[in-house]
């Protein structure tokens, strides 16, 4: 039988459909917009007629956050809609849903101020102490869908999702842990595969009769670049630790689903995508094997470069400063900068607090023409978007015309020169 799809056009709706149709399963695709059936999910009777003869349901429409809409908009369409839905479902007897609710649910995360949950892992019994729209349709949600369980003896999951990314996205936010580790600190910086968040509707459908359950379904690591222990004592230290975090598990507990419908993430950003970490103390080694390595490099062809040691007298200063920054793709370091927020020196009187500086920048030579400097470029723009910047700036020596060539195929172009340290140096930028 076909399995209706509410949300099919939206983030979580998209992978399911595409998880679904790729195992063989007709689907009858409802949203608002997009190539499905158009269908109000807030009306019964277009529901009634959207599922007919279907077996199953995946209930992912919503309105997914409390920015862009008014707060009753946003709480009048979640909660109505999960009625209708789960109404259509018990009319038509429908005995299997799945429906996404939220980490939003435990309330911290839209709070004012936003904070982390009490304790460690995180289960399905924390408090929810929401105070805002959104987490609150989706705590009267599961308690709909409770009902309609004891109703009709329907089999509903309620999925607590966490930040649904793909590997690109999530990489992205964990590179800006580098420069603001406090940005995702009220979710623990938990996040979930838009591929996993699709496995676990498609679980919570498949697996023998459970009843009604609210699981936890997160990824099995986080967004910081640090362990997660050591994320929650530096950022996070009013955070009660009730049990063990190895690496970069993640600190939502999800034992419950993989007990009750067979989940267990399985994709992560590591594995496949660069990241942007800050230098420690305990990494600087890293950091000065790259540009030790470009260095001799430079003079072996006789290109004009760094002439000073990247020793820990020029290293730890700027560790200090917050300056120097690693890229790593699964876990090997690929390359590696030096990042300001200000740059006289070279800019003096250009400097107006509205561009990031990269200095220092040097790929690992067995990674040399692979496509990383351009990926890093792109991820350091980020960084300044990130900050507010409009512009990334850099220099070079005015000699070096390959690094210029390099830097123009990469957006970047010459606006000026400046001799400084006994060099002609070039100074170039490109929007960001």
């Known amino acids: 039988m076909p399995i209706l799809v509410t949300g099919a056009a939206g983030r979580l709706g998209r992978s399911v459909v595409a998880a679904l149709e790729a195992r063989g399963d007709r689907v009858v695709a409802v949203d608002r917009r997009g190539d499905g059936r158009i269908a109000d999910v807030t009306n019964v009777g277009e529901m009634l007629d959207a599922m007919r003869g279907c077996g199953a349901v995946i209930h992912c429409a919503a309105i997914p956050s409390p920015e862009a809409h008014a707060p009753e908009t946003i709480f009048a369409t979640n909660a109505a809609g999960t009625f209708a839905v789960l109404q259509a479902a018990h009319l038509l007897g429908v005995k299997r849903v799945a ?65 649904i990314l793909s ?24 996040y979930i595969n838009e591929r996993d968040a699709a496995d676990a509707c498609i679980r919570a459908i498949d697996a023998p009769d459970y009843g009604y359950a609210v699981m936890n379904a997160i990824g099995h690591d986080t967004l910081a670049t640090i362990p997660t222990a050591e994320a929650l004592a530096r950022y996070a230290p009013e955070v009660e630790v009730r049990g063990q975090l190895v690496g970069f598990e993640s600190p939502f507990g999800r034992d419950h689903a993989q007990a009750v419908i067979g989940f267990e993430p399985r994709h992560s950003w590591r594995d496949n995508e660069i990241v942007i970490e800050r230098v420690t103390p305990e990494t600087r080694h890293r950091f000065a094997e790259v540009l030790e390595e470009a260095r001799i490099y430079q003079a072996s062809i006789g290109a004009e470069g760094w002439d000073y040691p990247f020793d820990d007298a020029w290293i730890l200063p700027r560790i200090e400063r917050g300056e120097l920054f690693l890229a790593t793709l699964r876990g090997e370091t690929i390359g590696a900068f030096r990042l300001l927020w200000e740059d006289i020196p070279f800019w003096g009187e250009r400097e ?77 930028e490109r929007p960001i």
């Not at 980490?103 to 105070?131: C, I, M, N, T, Y």
């Not at 390099?406 to 070039?426: A, D, P, Q």
């Open 99 to 163: 429906m996404a609710s939220s980490l939003s649910a435990l309330g911290g995360a839209w709070a004012s101020p936003p904070h982390p949950p009490r304790w460690v892992p995180v289960d399905e019994a924390h408090p929810l102490e929401v105070e805002d729209p959104y987490g609150l349709s989706k705590v009267i949600n599961e308690r709909t869908a409770e009902m309609f369980h004891r109703r009709s003896g329907m089999t509903i999951a309620a999925l607590r999702f966490g930040w």
């Open 167 to 190: 590997p690109a996205e999530a990489a992205r936010e964990a590179s800006l842990f580098a420069i603001d580790p406090l940005r995702n600190r009220a979710a623990l910086w938990s």
């Open 352 to 428: 107006t607090g509205e561009s990031v500086y990269l200095h220092t920048f040097a790929v690992r030579r067995k990674h040399a023409g692979a496509g990383f400097g351009p990926a890093i470029i792109e991820l350091v723009a980020e960084l300044g978007r990130a900050r507010g910047r409009t512009t990334a700036r850099l220099d070079c020596a005015l000699s070096s015309t390959a690094l210029i060539a390099f830097y123009e195929r990469n957006g970047f172009h010459s606006t000026g020169t400046i001799f400084l340290g006994g060099k002609m140096m070039n100074l170039m």
